[in-house]
């Protein structure tokens, strides 16, 4: 079954700490998509990443950064100098497979509330 | 361009009367996805709509339903509401079929179930 694991419940940091999120997926699927999604206070799921199964390569987005690694089925994101308005619960989502082909309903992780503090 | 708009974003009912949510995708898009996010379940699939026709289905009772209509815009219903109903009900919508492209999610809708 495909599964999305995102073991820390809950991180604290202080602002301008460096701070890694922990993904890691399950699936049997050779063809699939990974995602990271941010979501405030508000409610409202903020798209961050996604990710083919394809494509290994590292990613960088100003202070953001994902590293995807099919071996250890891993894709990790990590906030660089982080700061208070990064303050939130992120979600790690795989999208899930089938035979026919990839069906594009998200299989969420419990996801993770980083708290940034000044 | 705007985003996905879902309405109404606050909502209280009680046991077995029924509700509807409103939800418009981003101008363009096709696919309309609904999840259902609680503090014990976390983010379920609930179903996804292209073209107005439903595509996937999750794991839920027939109490809930959905449709889509020609301009995209999507609806969901819940009947016979039950406590255990209560729960952020987001919407999200893609270009093409989710499974071909990137979902974008509204603020949701809360709904409180009593």
């Known amino acids: 079954a495909q599964k999305v694991t995102q073991a820390q419940t809950e991180i604290s940091v202080v602002e301008k700490e460096d701070v890694t999120l922990d993904c890691v997926y399950e699936t049997r699927d050779t063809t699939y998509y990974l995602f990271w999604y941010k979501q405030p206070p508000s409610g409202e799921l903020v798209f961050l990443i996604r990710r083919n199964s394809f494509d290994e390569q590292n990613e960088i987005s100003g202070r953001y950064s994902w590293n995807f690694q099919k071996s250890t089925s891993s894709f990790n994101f990590t906030i660089t100098a982080s700061q208070v308005v990064d303050s939130a619960v992120y979600f790690c989502a795989l999208s899930e497979g089938s035979i026919s082909g990839n069906t594009g309903k998200l299989i969420f992780g419990q996801g993770t509330t980083l708290q940034v503090k000044p | ?114």
């Open chain 2, 1 to 114: 361009k705007a985003g996905v708009t879902q309405t109404p974003r606050y909502l209280i009912k009680t046991r077995g009367q029924q509700v509807t949510l409103s939800c418009s995708p981003i101008s363009g898009h096709r696919s309309v996805s609904w999840y259902q996010q609680t503090p014990g379940q976390g983010l379920q699939f609930l179903f996804e709509y292209f073209s107005e026709t439903q595509r996937n289905k999750g794991n839920f009772p027939g109490r809930f339903s959905g449709r889509q209509f020609s301009n995209s815009r999507s609806e969901m219903n819940v009947s016979t509401l039950e406590l255990g109903d209560s729960a952020l009900y987001l919407c999200a919508s893609s270009s093409l079929l989710a499974a071909q492209e990137t979902q974008y999610f509204g603020p949701g809708t809360r709904l409180l179930v009593l």
